[in-house]
């Protein structure tokens, strides 16, 4: 059993930055590719960002790419997601995930809100 606990959200006007966190209580995190989604009012859950176990291998949602950037410290059991440039349409709760099996997101954190506050 893994528990994610993320951090990091808030009220951010467009154009402005946000550095999500994710904190992971396992002693394997390692063995966990990690990713983050998001789901805005109204809408269906969506990828948004990905991350391999090692940290070596990265995919991003077209609506992100080349402002989101999604990291990992294996150290600290921690996945993070740097926000830049944000969107009046990135306004969601945001939430991590990891996944044993790849692409088999089985453990979710609680979430954490981004509103755009313009």
């Known amino acids: 059993q893994v528990q994610l606990v993320e951090s990091g959200g808030g009220l951010v006007q467009a154009g402005g930055s946000l550095r999500l966190s994710c904190a992971a209580s396992?002693?394997?995190?390692?063995?966990?590719?990690m990713g983050w989604f998001r789901q805005a009012p109204g809408k269906e859950r969506e990828i948004v960002a990905t991350?391999?176990?090692?940290?070596?291998?990265?995919y991003y949602a077209d609506s992100v790419k080349g402002r989101f950037t999604i990291s990992r410290d294996n150290a600290k059991n921690t996945v993070y997601l740097q926000m830049n440039s944000l969107k009046p349409e990135d306004t969601a709760v945001y939430y991590c995930?990891?996944?044993?099996?790849?692409?088999?997101?089985?453990?979710w954190g609680q979430g954490t809100q981004v509103t755009d506050s313009s």
């Open positions: 995930a990891a996944a044993l099996v790849p692409g088999l997101y089985a453990y």
């Open positions: 396992t002693r394997t995190f390692s063995s966990y590719g």
């Open positions: 991350i391999s176990r090692s940290g070596g291998s990265t």
